[in-house]
């Protein structure tokens, strides 16, 4: 059973920085590429970042361009969100997500959410 499980959220001061961590079970890591995602309050879901098998990423947003960085470990079967700088505007619940890559070729990124299987998410607070 495929399943991605968030960690690392909590409480943060602005200008602090985070990890997120993205456990995936159930599958083989590196045929999958890995977005990371967060919602605010009677807001929409935002695409943040993607990273395809390659090691290649893909920003959605520019709001944390130059601040949040997506990093993989297969063998830990772990994707990694490092955010700095925070903003009380980060404030959300993040979620990781997978989507499986087509067979030809490992630079793969769905566009927008078009992603298959979704954590529960965890809860990033910025705040002083």
């Known amino acids: 059973q495929l399943q991605l499980v968030e960690s690392g959220g909590g409480l943060v001061q602005p200008g602090g920085s985070l990890r997120l961590s993205c456990a995936a079970s159930g599958f083989t890591l590196d045929d999958y590429a890995i977005g990371w995602f967060r919602q605010a309050p009677g807001k929409e879901r935002e695409g943040l970042l993607c990273i395809m098998s390659s090691g290649g990423t893909l920003t959605y947003t520019d709001s944390v361009k130059g601040r949040f960085t997506i990093s993989r470990d297969n063998a830990k079967n772990t994707v990694y969100l490092q955010m700095n700088s925070l903003k009380p505007e980060d404030t959300s619940v993040y979620y990781c997500?997978?989507?499986?890559?087509?067979?030809?070729?490992?630079?793969?990124?769905?566009?927008?959410?078009?992603?298959?299987?979704w954590g529960q998410g965890t809860q990033v607070t910025v705040s002083s």
């Open positions: 997500a997978a989507e499986r890559r087509p067979f030809y070729t490992r630079s793969y990124c769905p566009r927008g959410q078009n992603y298959d299987y």
